[in-house]
């Protein structure tokens, strides 16, 4: 291989580029990606798309006295090829070295670790302001896209940008979709603008006092670089509105581009039973048993399972709002109360954007509203996408009945009554692992009631949803090595406590483990050692310490910390009751 | 007194009133409107805007059939004296008797508990829905307005009534306000509207895909029933865009918009020093000091006292991002990443809109922001408004260190070791009680360590910032009533703990008593119930229970908590230990 990427080392090296030295660049880099991403799995469509308009910016601008911020950060792959990070992308023996993510750990040229949408316009005018105060002159260039304009913190940056005053460039990456197709009004708009070259009197980026610039072809580098070059150094906010092809490049993607938008890595493949799977099947029979029952979903159906096939067999019951958690959780109240039974489906991560939503529209109002959160746990997963932090902002919320449940059995039953009560918002936490049981743990007539799978003495498992089976693990392993036959208590769910529950194991109990597949702070466990603090009860808590995890596997942090049987049981006998 | 507003009872009443009668009804209802609200305090501006438009609301829809949305709902008077509950505006026996935000509770005329701003569309998109897919017919009318535009809600809301499809009517309120002046460069486009009556082709409304009207004289009743009765029954989404003067029909009103959007109760004053004025002080000071400070706001500067004065005084060091906390938050890790120092001022209630960014841009990106979090606590306060979260939300995330003064001297120290240091992101609970200290409690050096004001034995109070007043009374009480000399432990920090000093407890303590103003669930006090769980350590945590508060006196829930010397002391003399 000799090519023009071979000669690049840094963004310095692709601004002495010529313009056919530029293309040929962008030719090398996307089939890279396109044998590496489909290697190690990854967002292939976004990233295709976006590599013409990455080498443009890195020709015109320069990085890092320029700034640039990445929306999502998800379509940064060009740009660590650009900044010293190519052999991850051209070498199979440091493919995954680094992270999908724009990292300030891995880069200068990285500003923000940046996984969630819509935030790169909002960072931009603190950028931008700071430049303004502390008398510089750099340019600001924020890349705003891929879907992430419906979130309405995309909103609140570019109301904001207009009114900075000074050089703000948005690069808004229209390629037409976002993970999914895209949902919401303004994206009518942006045909229009598309269908007449940026030229329609009426222009979203107008109404919002800002500078608007259209280039048709966001794929053609040179076309991009002209078009950067203009707005270099401009002394007021201005979008360069750019058209991309979402997997641009290659057939497969390109034509499916909501399947390509990420990719699982070709070795990993899935077997048996999913929790996604299950809650299509049930959901499927409930809607049509059923008009009033309706799907949510803030523009991340892939990550919940909720396939194209079953959006559309769904119709008018299912309802994707675009990038948009806090309008879902509202529009999922507003469901509620004018008498629809609304499933709000939500990754953890995600569903944090929504957290006054889940107070106030959710809590507060005592909404019958659904809320089915996925990915909660520990995952091997880039720290942006942590899914720990649910527990915190559900179980703490007066009004909202969290829960867990262990077993296909149980979370089944607890959609099930979930739907049908008009009492309350429920979330339930959607396990990872599909374990059978019955569903008799759960009983809707008291649904907070948590559930003693096994009664012995002096140590008890009080495990959270998916830890059961650590507890029963642990379990048998206490026993078997001590003779100490302890109870195993299953907490259904975690907004409240079954006191009596608790205050019958003070009877004959002296130590209570506490397991949960989450941060323990503001946790799960936490509230049981505060029900116990003026007790002799000892309790021991297990879960997750209150730090970002990133990319680590999962063994690797049940062995830190100490979410094995092995561990569990060797804490217990270390402690001198 | 014999006039229109005597024979209204109803809604139904309203629909048969003749234009002049409609007229007359809403100066009757300007009049007791002055009178009660300059008496009893409350949102006088925003509500004396909109009286006619709330009179032609209901003589034109037919409540509750069809189904009406406040944004905010603090300009819901007019509404709550149309809807059975005049007497609480009329008779000064009955002043206070309602919220003052829209409340199920009271009335089936008020769907939603609605009190944080930009949510009423997505509700309404929410009742839309679920009207259709009910084979319903009735009509959905969404209020938003008073500076409500600027957050992103809205613009989710807004995005996605445009594919809603079908009947959904948003009035929307210009009274060229929110809270405070507005902000944001769509409002640019807001005032192209007016100056053209809604016929300029560049066309916010227009460009998400709604239809849209204008009405010039939003204080005109009969202009407001004509357009009114123009959308009703329409088969799609509008917008009507209605032109209102803040404080309409009171000289002083008018002429000081931000001073009369809410007022205090006639007969409360304030003495002595405040939180608000030792913030401004000490803030200007280190602006002129040190031109990288910057003092950001999000649309609501009342709440935290920035004045207009001390506003003008900042300069371009000041900037009010609009009603955008998720923005505002993002914008504050942009200044701190550009190399600015920015002081995010904000109100604990609004906080909860932006969990994600603080999550994501302070916490995972280390940004070294502070944030000053002010109403965190115990208020008599509505429901909507309760600033009791604040520790759930910003202790339990990773990465933010959170500081709680309980003296002046302490919280100017936090607050300049804060602004200085370049690692981390910082919250400070503001209390609101000023108490006097000396700043060595305080440690630069160690910012999480925590501080013992007196070393005894046996007991030991852990009390979180202000609370430290009450632990000083109780362990006083104790020590007179029993004669134990108990510890009193001032935590400074509340995201980690000092374990040390927990540690060194142990050794000649048995109970630790801990105190802190806000729920117990994920706050404080379980974090050391924990910490101490597998111990012989006896832990009782005092604090809130997790539950909405509405207009609950100060005295009566601190009785209801055991927030009382007294009553922490009976409960320590009742354990056996």
């Known amino acids: 291989m000799s090519g023009v990427l071979d000669c690049i080392e840094s963004p310095a090296d692709v601004r002495r580029l010529s313009p056919s030295e530029l293309s040929t660049l962008c030719d090398e880099i996307r089939g890279h990606l396109i044998k590496a991403v489909t290697k190690t799995g990854g967002h292939l469509g976004p990233n295709l798309g976006f590599v013409e308009a990455t080498v443009a910016l890195h020709h015109v601008f320069d990085f890092p006295t320029d700034k640039l911020v990445f929306d999502v950060s998800h379509q940064c792959y060009t740009h660590k090829m650009l900044t010293g990070r190519k052999r991850a992308f051209v070498d199979p023996a440091y493919y995954n070295e680094f992270t999908g993510f724009t990292n300030p750990d891995e880069s200068e040229y990285d500003l923000f670790r940046a996984g969630h949408t819509s935030q790169a316009v909002s960072l931009a005018c603190g950028l931008a302001k700071s430049r303004d105060l502390l008398g510089q002159e750099h340019n600001v260039i924020a890349v705003l896209g891929d879907g992430s304009l419906s979130g309405g913190e995309a909103f609140e940056g570019l109301d904001n940008a207009a009114v900075v005053g000074s050089n703000i460039i948005v690069v808004f990456n229209d390629n037409e979709m976002s993970i999914a197709p895209n949902a919401g009004g303004v994206y009518q708009n942006l045909a229009e603008l598309r269908r007449t070259h940026g030229t329609c009197k009426n222009n979203f980026f107008r109404t919002l006092g800002l500078d608007y610039q259209y280039v048709e072809d966001g794929n053609n580098v040179n076309?991009?670089?002209?078009?950067?070059?203009?707005?270099?150094?401009?002394?007021?906010?201005?979008?360069?509105?750019?058209?991309?092809?979402?997997?641009?490049?290659?057939?497969?993607?390109?034509?499916?581009?909501?399947?390509?938008?990420?990719?699982?890595?070709?070795?990993?493949?899935?077997?048996?039973?999913?929790?996604?799977?299950?809650?299509?099947?049930?959901?499927?029979?409930?809607?049509?048993?059923?008009?009033?029952?309706?799907?949510?979903?803030?523009?991340?159906?892939?990550?919940?399972?909720?396939?194209?096939?079953?959006?559309?067999?769904?119709?008018?019951?299912?309802?994707?709002?675009?990038?948009?958690?806090?309008?879902?959780?509202?529009?999922?109240?507003?469901?509620?109360?004018?008498?629809?039974?609304?499933?709000?489906?939500?990754?953890?991560?995600?569903?944090?954007?929504?957290?006054?939503?889940?107070?106030?529209?959710?809590?507060?109002?005592?909404?019958?509203?659904?809320?089915?959160?996925?990915?909660?746990?520990?995952?091997?997963?880039?720290?942006?996408?942590?899914?720990?932090?649910?527990?915190?902002?559900?179980?703490?919320?007066?009004?909202?009945?969290?829960?867990?449940?262990?077993?296909?059995?149980?979370?089944?039953?607890?959609?099930?009554?979930?739907?049908?009560?008009?009492?309350?918002?429920?979330?339930?936490?959607?396990?990872?692992?599909?374990?059978?049981?019955?569903?008799?743990?759960?009983?809707?007539?008291?649904?907070?009631?948590?559930?003693?799978?096994?009664?012995?003495?002096?140590?008890?498992?009080?495990?959270?949803?998916?830890?059961?089976?650590?507890?029963?693990?642990?379990?048998?392993?206490?026993?078997?090595?001590?003779?100490?036959?302890?109870?195993?208590?299953?907490?259904?769910?975690?907004?409240?406590f079954d006191e009596p529950l608790l205050d019958s194991l003070l009877e004959d109990h002296s130590l209570v483990i506490t397991l949960e597949a989450g941060i323990l702070c503001g946790g799960?466990?936490?509230?049981?050692?505060?029900?116990?603090?003026?007790?002799?009860?000892?309790?021991?808590?297990?879960?997750?310490?209150?730090?970002?995890?990133?990319?680590?596997?999962?063994?690797?942090?049940?062995?830190?910390?100490?979410?094995?049987?092995?561990?569990?049981?060797?804490?217990?006998?270390?402690?001198?009751?």
């Open 223 to 496: 076309a991009l670089v002209d078009a950067f070059a203009q707005v270099r150094n401009i002394d007021h906010p201005v979008v360069v509105h750019i058209h991309t092809k979402k997997g641009k490049g290659l057939d497969w993607a390109e034509n499916n581009p909501e399947k390509a938008h990420s990719i699982p890595p070709a070795s990993k493949s899935v077997s048996g039973p999913t929790y996604q799977q299950l809650t299509r099947d049930y959901l499927l029979q409930k809607l049509q048993e059923d008009p009033s029952v309706v799907v949510v979903n803030a523009g991340a159906p892939s990550g919940v399972g909720l396939t194209p096939e079953f959006r559309q067999a769904c119709g008018t019951q299912f309802v994707d709002t675009g990038i948009t958690e806090q309008h879902a959780v509202a529009f999922s109240a507003g469901l509620a109360r004018g008498g629809a039974k609304p499933v709000f489906m939500v990754m953890a991560t995600f569903a944090q954007r929504a957290f006054d939503q889940f107070v106030q529209e959710l809590g507060l109002n005592c909404s019958p509203a659904t809320v089915l959160v996925f990915g909660a746990g520990f995952y091997d997963i880039d720290a942006t996408h942590a899914g720990t932090m649910d527990i915190v902002m559900t179980s703490n919320v007066p009004g909202i009945t969290c829960l867990a449940p262990a077993t296909r059995e149980e979370y089944l039953a607890m959609i099930d009554w979930s739907i049908e009560q008009t009492e309350r918002p429920v979330v339930i936490r959607v396990p990872e692992k599909v374990l059978l049981g019955s569903a008799e743990a759960f009983e809707p007539k008291r649904p907070c009631g948590w559930h003693v799978n096994r009664r012995g003495s002096k140590t008890a498992f009080l495990s959270l949803g998916s830890s059961l089976e650590l507890a029963q693990e642990a379990a048998d392993l206490l026993e078997q090595q001590s003779g100490v036959r302890a109870s195993i208590v299953e907490a259904l769910s975690y907004s409240s």
């Open 524 to 577: 799960f466990g936490e509230k049981v050692a505060r029900y116990y603090g003026a007790t002799p009860m000892r309790v021991l808590c297990y879960g997750g310490k209150k730090e970002f995890l990133d990319r680590v596997p999962t063994e690797d942090f049940f062995r830190i910390y100490h979410f094995t049987a092995e561990d569990i049981v060797r804490d217990i006998q270390s402690l001198s009751l």
